[in-house]
């Protein structure tokens, strides 16, 4: 297999998969504007690149599920303990305004907090995002029109960072950049982009991947570092991106990730670590002593136990059980016919994360969208996923409602919502499941199979291997009874763009 030094570049530029041709569902959904782009169509022509359409389309879904919080914003935020569930339109960030602090101007990590927790519960990087939007809110009027004005202007940076999304995963796979519209279009992107500041670091995240898919090493790693001190999740990363980079004996490339984002986030974090340790451990402490929660199959196991496990317990074996996922990706890394693509891995280590916490917030589902798009752009099993997705946010909110609403018992009680959260956690695992077939069986793969190799890989597209275990040493061998093109990995097909 030729090397990535040696592989000579065309002077044409490949043309980009085109999804009427090459998804079945996205040409039938494609009926409704006009039906599949034709063979002579003009490409490249207008002002309409794809990445303008993708970015604003993200735009309209997000205003979209602003609209979708309206009933809160006119009063459910505010009146009845309940009605902010039966409408679905739940939000941490109106509450939290007066909640932790930032109405009566306290300092996040420095101040402590009159109610039950003592500081800010988020990452440095998160927190540098709520005190900028107070700045930003009016001090005037009622707690109510501050909470409001508070949501509103969150809600404006959070748009800026889906853009940023949107943008980002359009250009990680230059060759793919329609796969964009499954970021801008997921229903459960838009019902769950405004519940918290999840987006700050799934636009670091993003913008991170964009990065490596270029082949800049350290600019990838100083935004992950960023990312990491937004949210814990990004750090993940690095663990699948260390056993790629073995198999293709990129160390250097690594090792300059790994740098940036241990530099980025001591930058953040360090200044608050020497000041105001409390605080800044607050989230650390927080996230260990946390019971089991909403969202994670530990509390279908608490809530039908007479006797469920202690908070230290649920911690060793969750902990247990995802280095256990660690190590199976690592061997499927190093065992796989070929070298798997690095969103490929980033979704499963990620997924893994989610599966065996013990808690699942809705909007945690804002952290796989994109790489899930990357790792497996077909619409087929998006929305399948993403069905699920939005079956569980009616669940907890419904499940929320019966919990609050007394004697009268509307919404969804204790054994619907476990059914709400199994269907979450069976559509999470069909889609693990589908990457790793694609994983052992490239040539399923939708990307692979329009001729490319990693496009998000970065310096691992098209690089040779230097060490690998099992079968992963012979000639890959395609899948039984498949009729579809039998894939040169990494090489490109002739005929890419019209699958």
């Known amino acids: 297999m030729p090397s990535a030094e040696t592989t000579p570049t065309s002077v044409h530029e490949p043309d980009s998969v085109r999804p009427t041709k090459a998804d079945e569902v996205a040409a039938s959904g494609s009926e409704l504007i006009g039906g599949p782009i034709g063979r002579r169509a003009l490409l490249g022509t207008s002002w309409w690149t794809p990445v303008r359409i993708v970015a604003l389309v993200a735009i309209g879904m997000f205003a979209l599920g602003l609209i979708q919080k309206a009933p809160c914003y006119n009063g459910a935020w505010f009146f009845g303990a309940s009605s902010q569930y039966t409408h679905a339109c739940y939000s941490d960030i109106p509450h939290l305004y007066q909640g932790r602090g930032f109405a009566d101007g306290l300092v996040p990590y420095f101040d402590k907090l009159p109610g039950d927790m003592e500081y800010l519960e988020y990452p440095v990087l998160t927190g540098v995002f709520m005190e900028v939007a107070s700045w930003l809110t009016s001090g005037s009027g009622s707690i109510q029109d501050q909470e409001q004005w508070y949501w509103m202007v969150n809600a404006g940076m959070l748009m800026v960072c889906a853009a940023v999304i949107a943008v980002c995963v359009t250009r990680t796979q230059a060759r793919r950049p329609w796969d964009g519209l499954l970021v801008a279009l997921a229903p459960a992107f838009a019902l769950t982009a405004t519940i918290n500041w999840d987006l700050l670091a799934v636009a670091l995240t993003a913008a991170a991947m964009l990065m490596w898919s270029r082949g800049r090493s ?77 969202g994670s199959f530990w509390l279908i196991m608490a809530q039908n136990s007479t006797d469920p496990l202690s908070t230290e317990t649920v911690n060793t074996l969750a902990t247990l059980l995802m280095l256990l996922c660690c190590a199976g990706i690592a061997a499927l890394t190093l065992t796989a016919p070929r070298r798997p693509r690095f969103a490929q891995l980033a979704f499963l280590i990620v997924a893994a994360f989610i599966l065996t916490n013990k808690v699942y917030s809705p909007q945690y589902v804002l952290w796989l969208v994109p790489l899930a798009v990357l790792a497996r752009p077909k619409w087929r099993d998006f929305l399948i996923w993403q069905a699920c997705e939005v079956a569980y946010f009616l669940g907890i909110w419904m499940y929320l409602a019966y919990t609050t609403s007394g004697d009268a018992h509307k919404g969804l009680p204790p054994d619907g919502y476990h059914w709400a959260i199994g269907v979450h956690l069976l559509g999470t695992l069909y889609l693990c499941a589908v990457i790793v077939r694609d994983i052992l069986m490239p040539e399923r793969d939708p990307v692979r199979r329009g001729g490319d190799d990693d496009p998000s890989g970065g310096v691992l597209d098209r690089a040779d291997d230097v060490f690998v275990l099992g079968p992963a040493a012979h000639p890959p061998r395609h899948a039984a009874h498949f009729d579809g093109p039998q894939v040169e990995w990494g090489k490109q097909e002739t005929t890419g763009s019209s699958l």
Do not use: E, H
Not at 222 to 248: D, E, H, N, S
Not at 251 to 262: E, I, M, N, Q, Y
Not at 266 to 276: T, Y
């Open 218 to 294: 350290l600019a990838f790693g100083i935004l992950l570092g960023l990312a990491t001190a937004a949210k814990l999740y990004p750090v993940f990363l690095l663990g699948p991106l260390l056993v790629l980079c073995w198999r293709a004996g990129k160390w250097r490339d690594f090792g300059k990730a790994l740098g940036g984002t241990v530099v980025a986030w001591l930058v953040v974090n360090l200044p608050v670590m020497l000041l105001a340790w409390d605080g800044w451990s607050q989230f650390y402490r927080f996230s260990q002593d946390r019971g089991v929660d909403f």
